[in-house]
């Protein structure tokens, strides 16, 4: 009987161990639920360790600690990792949670719009416990056109396009970058908030960069420059002074006309503006 009572009582602590160890929560999100096909597509994770003890998650030889699947509605399995996840050893405190965000995109080859769903998995010290996240879902759009432009740069045939798609219920305007022999996109990226007051001021500079002026809200405009890789390289904010609002090519360069920069308030200054009217 004691045996009994014995064997019972260690089963007893090894089950309460396992529901103590299993206290791991993983919450995975995206930062928007609509990117552009080609756009970095950031998530965050969020781990919580709501043990009683220290938990140290690293990599070890062929096993890294935190890993990801995608797949994408329509179709059967799973999407093929281009490269490994190898994200730097953390250690939680009990009771202490730990967030940070990752670009999908250096992982994954997210090449065509659809609907897309990640779940992230821990590998916990032990080596063969692991806990899974929520289904992340996420969409992958190509918008819709509003001027393209054909180029040669680096020896490659490069459509440099201007999209427009709607981002949390808003118009957004986005540029992207395809190669017109494969037809892959190279790179995309936001470019701004649209207010459909104007239509945009779209030019290309000598080095075949596109610049984009557009109007972000009532008071606001933003002049965006995307290069030929499909990445952002500079964005600002303008507010109108007098005259006619546009793009105009200099020999200095191009440059916005009709706007003066956009100075934000210092703090306590009384003309701040409340957070529902500060641009973006």
Excluded at 69 to 75: A, D, I, L, Q, Y
Aim: aromatic share 8%.
């Amino acid at each position: 009987m004691k045996t009994i009572i014995h064997a019972l009582l260690t089963l007893l602590c090894l089950l309460l161990s396992y529901q103590s160890f299993a206290q791991i929560e993983v919450h995975l999100q995206p930062v928007r639920k609509d990117f552009i096909v080609g756009e970095n597509v950031a998530l965050k994770i969020t781990i919580t360790n709501q043990t009683d003890a220290s938990i140290a998650l690293k990599n070890t030889p062929g096993r890294p600690w935190l890993n990801f699947t995608v797949s994408k509605r329509g179709e059967q399995g799973l999407i093929s990792p281009k490269a490994t996840a190898r994200f730097p050893e953390i250690v939680l405190t009990p009771g202490s949670s730990r967030s940070f965000e990752f670009n999908l995109k250096s992982l994954y080859r997210l090449n065509t719009a659809g609907s897309y769903a990640s779940i992230a998995t821990i590998r916990m010290p032990d080596g063969g416990t692991t806990y899974g996240s929520n289904r992340a879902l996420f969409t992958l759009t190509n918008g819709g056109k509003v001027r393209e432009f054909n180029i040669q740069a680096r020896g490659e045939a490069i459509r440099l396009s201007l999209r427009l798609a709607k981002v949390n219920g808003k118009d957004c305007l986005f540029g992207q970058a395809i190669n017109r022999d494969t037809n892959q996109v190279i790179g995309a990226c936001y470019l701004a908030e649209y207010l459909n007051f104007m239509q945009p001021s779209i030019l290309l500079d000598r080095a075949q960069n596109m610049h984009v002026l557009c109007q972000s809200s009532p008071e606001f405009y933003t002049y965006s420059v995307m290069d030929t890789h499909g990445k952002r390289s500079s964005a600002k904010l303008y507010q109108r002074t007098a005259g006619v609002v546009d793009l105009i090519s200099t020999g200095k360069g191009i440059m916005p006309i009709g706007l003066t920069p956009y100075v934000a308030p210092k703090p306590g200054s009384e003309n701040i503006r409340k957070a529902s009217e500060r641009p973006f």
